[in-house]
C-alpha cells in the first residue's frame, strides 16, 4: 500500500519564520488579554477586572484579540502587508481611546487602590502606540 496522506507544509503559523515587530505584537496584544482579567481596582479585599466594570471593557478585550487575529491571520486574507498595519493601526487607536475614556471615568477615590491589570493594560497599549508609531524601531 502506497501513503496516499499530503502533508500540509507551509499551512501552520511558524513563529520563527515571523519578523520580529509581528512578534511582538502577539506577545504585548496577549499581555493586554490578560492585563483585562487582571483586577483594575483593588477595595477592601473586594477587586474588579477590566471586563467586570462593563462599560468599554469587553471593545477593548475583543480590540486585543482582534489584533492578534488580524497579525496572525493577515496574511491569510489575500490583504496586502500595509493594509493589514494600517487596519491594525486603526484599532491600537480606536482602543487607546477607549481606554482613556475609561480611565476618565474611573472616580478620584479609586486611583490609590489601582490593581495590576490598570498597568498591564496601560503599558501594553503603550508600547502597542509606540511600535505602530514608529517610535520603537524592530528588525
Do not use: H
Request: a neutral charge; hydrophobic letters at 55%.
Amino acid at each position: 500500500m502506497e501513503n496516499t496522506e499530503q502533508t500540509n507544509k507551509g499551512q501552520g503559523l511558524d513563529f520563527k519564520s515571523m519578523d520580529t515587530k509581528t512578534k511582538a505584537v502577539l506577545i504585548i496584544a496577549a499581555a493586554g488579554i490578560v492585563g483585562c482579567l487582571l483586577p483594575l481596582v483593588s477595595v477592601m479585599g473586594y477587586s474588579v477586572s477590566l471586563l467586570d466594570a462593563g462599560g468599554l471593557g469587553i471593545v477593548i478585550f475583543i480590540g486585543f484579540i482582534y489584533l492578534i487575529a488580524s497579525t496572525l491571520f493577515g496574511d491569510k486574507m489575500n490583504m496586502p502587508a500595509e493594509q493589514v498595519a494600517k487596519i491594525n493601526k486603526g484599532a491600537i487607536i480606536g482602543i487607546s481611546v477607549l481606554w482613556v475614556i475609561d480611565i476618565i471615568r474611573i472616580p478620584g477615590f479609586a486611583f490609590g487602590m489601582l490593581g495590576i491589570g490598570f498597568y498591564v493594560v496601560t503599558i501594553a497599549l503603550g508600547l502597542l502606540v509606540l511600535l505602530y508609531l514608529d517610535v520603537i524601531k524592530l528588525k
